[in-house]
T-cell receptor, first 113, second 112 residues
Framework: EDKVVQSPLSLVVHEGDTVTLNCSYE??????LLWYKQEKKAPTFLFML????IEKKSGRLSSILDKKELFSILNITATQTGDSAVYLC?????????????FGKGTKLSVKP | DGGITQSPKYLFRKEGQNVTLSCEQN?????MYWYRQDPGQGLRLIYY???????QKGDIAEGYSVSREKKESFPLTVTSAQKNPTAFYLC???????????FGDGTRLSIL
């Protein structure tokens, strides 16, 4: 079964809209949760979250983690066509090999002009 | 500029053929990873290596092999035993201090 579940799987919005992407996980005591943006090629790092309730912000993007309810959200305000991409959520599980990540299937965001 | 270089960008495999995907990094990172990405799927871990001359299987290692003879290099061989190799392959590395993983631009492999 999937340990990291993202929703929705795809989303179409218009420029200027605000979107919220969801990531829920079944990994307790994880080390960190990461968000990546993937356009055509390499995923690029957006945020890393380790503490519950502390918002990370970068320009129009922000993210927060709820460790009690086991989910994270990624918000994008005033969307632009350049925000069109697949957004990946990943969790670093406890124990085992440090550095390994479990990825969700991603949310494909399309922003129409 | 430091980074991860994957080559080639596109690769075609004939039936019964082994092909090798290159991944080189000049970030002085210890750990390196190979992922496979299929349409509509997330990244699935094939193999990873945390130090030179050592590597471990990930979730979908069957039909693949790797080597780690140098810190900078982590090539992936897709063998003829991998019956469905068509996918986008991503290489990543991570510094000793921890996340995030950094990714190369990927290799798209198709069957002829």
């Amino acid at each position: 079964e999937d340990k990291v579940v993202q929703s929705p799987l795809s989303l179409v919005v218009h420029e200027g809209d605000t979107v919220t992407l969801n990531c829920s996980y079944e990994v307790t005591n994880f080390r960190s949760l990461l968000w990546y943006k993937q356009e055509k090629k390499a995923p690029t790092f957006l945020f890393m979250l380790t503490s519950s309730g502390i918002e990370k912000k970068s320009g129009r993007l922000s993210s927060i983690l709820d460790k009690k309810e086991l989910f994270s959200i990624l918000n994008i305000t005033a969307t632009q066509t350049g925000d069109s991409a697949v957004y990946l959520c990943a969790v670093e599980p406890p124990g085992g090999s440090q550095g390994n990540l479990i990825f969700g299937k991603g949310t494909k965001l399309s922003v129409k002009p | 500029d430091g980074g991860i270089t994957q080559s080639p960008k596109y690769l075609f495999r004939k039936e019964g053929q082994n092909v090798t995907l290159s991944c080189e990094q000049n970030l002085n990172h210890d750990a390196m990873y190979w992922y496979r990405q299929d349409p509509g799927q997330g990244l699935r871990l094939i193999y990873y290596s945390q130090i030179v001359n050592d590597f471990q299987k990930g979730d979908i290692a069957e039909g693949y092999s790797v080597s780690r003879e140098k810190k900078e290099s982590f090539p992936l061989t897709v063998t003829s035993a991998q019956k469905n190799p068509t996918a986008f392959y991503l290489c990543a590395s991570i510094e000793q201090g921890g996340q995030p993983q950094h990714f190369g631009d990927g290799t798209r492999l198709s069957i002829l």
